[in-house]
């Protein structure tokens, strides 16, 4: 398998006044071509930030790459001016978010919004055929009377709707990487289903790769090929999908897995919420990072951060229950 992207220790930091926070903490991991990488973990783990670090979206002057590599296609991208990196982002590089109406200007109707991503992005394209490339555009995103819905504004639209647009809006470039941060989070279950469906179609049938961000292990289960468990800026878990799922060796991941609602759901099989909360950049527990919230936590972890423990060539675990 050919890596698309990797990258390597990548640290992110927030830095208001000369101190630094981190927000991303030496995270490594990598994509395959035309694979998916599912990025899991609770709110505030750090999962926007790494996202947004790959092609230097971050928010504000105060959010910063500190150290790292981050290498696409054989280039280290975090190191090459501006100009260059815009070639990247928005073209090989593309992203879609939680919220799709944020991203849709409410006063242009769809066609006039993807056109001009047709324009910029697939010159080759005549003005003339713009139309019949918009309408085929929409039809293999799914959305149903194409032609019509051209011409619609996005408040006329549903939220599944908006974000078929979306993923309409990010392939139109024909991306070597789709970013998905929480694509299907602000969508009904029936939605959601037919998002990750239409994912995994767009993936077999364009050979794109698919970072796919969700706060639940349910969602990218499926989709993935492999697995990062985030927790408080760092990857704790990191393996084949079908490795990770099987068995799952991080407490936190276990615990996600705790965290999912089970069919057989009664009074013995309680759904186990984690308890505690994520901590807050800036106010991590010294040691394992998880181990004020571990159920199977011992003297050491409080003591010393484990480093991430080669189990199998498919499977890195950053518990100190895996050291041997
Ligand atoms: N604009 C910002 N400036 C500083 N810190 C931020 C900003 N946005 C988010 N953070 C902090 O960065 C950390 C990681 O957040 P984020 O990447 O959004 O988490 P996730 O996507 O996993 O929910 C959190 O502690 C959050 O409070
Ligand atoms: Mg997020």
């Known amino acids: 398998m050919e890596k698309l992207l990797e990258v390597k220790?990548?640290?992110t930091c927030f830095v208001p006044e000369g101190r630094e926070i981190p927000l991303v903490d030496n995270v490594s991991f990598f994509i395959n071509k035309n694979s998916v990488l599912g990025f899991v973990g609770e709110s505030g783990c750090g999962k926007t930030m790494t996202a947004l670090?790959?092609?230097?979206l971050l928010p504000g002057k105060n959010c910063k790459i500190i150290s790292g590599e981050i290498n696409?296609?054989?280039?280290?991208?975090?190191?090459?001016?501006?100009?260059d990196l815009k070639q990247i982002r928005g073209k090989e590089i593309t992203y879609i978010f939680q919220e799709p109406a944020t991203c849709l200007n409410p006063v242009?109707?769809?066609?006039?919004?993807?056109?001009?991503v047709a324009r910029l992005y697939?010159?080759?394209?005549?003005?003339?055929?713009t139309n019949q490339f918009l309408i085929k555009q929409?039809?293999?995103v799914g959305i149903s009377m194409p032609a019509e819905k051209l011409l619609a504004f996005p408040h006329q639209l549903s939220g599944g709707e908006k974000q078929r647009v979306m993923i309409a809006m990010s392939m139109i470039p024909r991306p070597a990487l789709l970013i998905a941060d929480e694509p299907t989070t602000a969508l009904d279950v029936t939605i959601?289903?037919?998002i990750l469906l239409l994912l995994d179609k767009l993936k077999r049938e364009t050979g794109v790769a698919i970072l796919f961000i969700s706060h639940d292990l349910n969602v990218i289960a499926e989709l993935s090929d492999y697995i990062a468990v985030m927790y408080a800026g760092q990857i704790v878990e990191f393996a084949q999908a079908k490795k990770l799922l099987a068995n799952p060796r991080h407490p936190y991941t276990q615990g996600l897995f705790e965290c999912l609602p089970k069919k057989e759901h009664n009074q013995q099989n309680k759904l186990k919420a984690i308890i505690g909360e994520v901590p807050k950049s800036g106010n991590f527990p010294e040691g394992c990072r998880f181990h004020p919230r571990c159920p199977v936590k011992f003297d050491k972890c409080a003591q010393a951060m484990p480093p991430?423990?080669?189990?199998?060539?498919?499977q890195e675990v950053r518990c100190w229950l895996c050291s041997d």
């Not at 696409?72 to 100009?83: D, S």
């Not at 991430?308 to 498919?314: G, I």
């Open 9 to 11: 220790n990548l640290t």
């Open 53 to 56: 670090s790959l092609t230097n």
């Open 72 to 83: 696409f296609k054989h280039q280290t991208i975090n190191q090459i001016k501006e100009k």
């Open 108 to 116: 242009l109707n769809i066609k006039e919004q993807l056109a001009e």
């Open 122 to 129: 697939r010159p080759e394209i005549k003005p003339e055929q």
């Open 138 to 140: 929409l039809e293999q």
């Open 192 to 194: 959601q289903a037919q």
């Open 308 to 314: 991430l423990f080669k189990l199998n060539p498919d």
